[in-house]
């Protein structure tokens, strides 16, 4: 009888922690666990080095980025993955965002907070073209998800379309903040500039 009450009572205390979101990555990629070594070699090749922002040739020497085209999770496909490691430890994961990765992210995190920024980055002789940024935020803990569908115009006057989804540890995200990583999500930095 004993074992069956404190089996209710472990049920009761740990039961409603099994419901809860837990912003951590993107399954099987974890912020501060995942490390370039367990990466598939075949499936992700790794990057140039990354720069210091404003330069050619300082490098972030404790910056390492993987790609791949796609990658099959437990639960959907992802497409365009840069996997972001400082000193040999996931800090950042970017992706595109795109309908089933985005029914899947909300399912399990909800909807987050949506906010709406227009840019005007294009001047090219004529009246100015603009770009529409509409994010939506999670943050957990010291964690942040951010995705953004850009539509209009980028700052070489080209149409812009285009929906990522960057997850990231907020401390470590400050530490590199002087490393260009722009590549990968032009527009994370204006957006978390703004809030």
């Not at 099959?72 to 840069?82: A, F, G, K, V």
């Not at 399990?108 to 949506?114: K, S």
């Not at 995705?147 to 980028?154: D, E, F, R, V």
């Not at 470590?172 to 990968?184: F, N």
Request: net charge neutral.
């Amino acid at each position: 009888m004993n074992y069956v009450f404190n089996y209710v009572i472990l049920f009761v205390l740990i039961g409603p922690l099994y419901g809860q979101s837990t912003l951590h990555g993107l399954e099987p990629f974890v912020i501060g666990i995942t490390t370039p070594d367990s990466l598939n070699r075949f499936t992700f090749q790794e990057q140039e080095l990354v720069v210091l922002k404003g330069t050619l040739a300082l490098p972030c020497t404790d910056i390492r980025i993987f790609q791949t085209q796609t990658v099959r999770t437990q639960n959907t496909t992802i497409s365009n993955l840069s996997l972001v490691f400082y000193e040999n430890r996931l800090f950042r994961i970017t992706c595109d965002y795109d309908e089933a990765l985005q029914n899947a992210f909300i399912r399990q995190h909800g909807q987050g907070e949506a906010t709406t920024t227009t840019l005007t980055l294009c001047h090219e002789g004529g009246p100015s073209k603009r770009l529409v940024l509409k994010s939506r935020n999670w943050q957990q803990g010291r964690i942040q998800a951010l995705a953004i569908s850009a539509t209009g115009y980028n700052d070489r006057c080209q149409p812009e379309r285009v929906s990522r989804l960057t997850i990231a540890s907020q401390p470590v995200t400050a530490i590199t903040s002087e490393c260009d990583l722009d590549q990968l999500d032009p527009y994370v930095d204006k957006i978390w500039k703004n809030r």
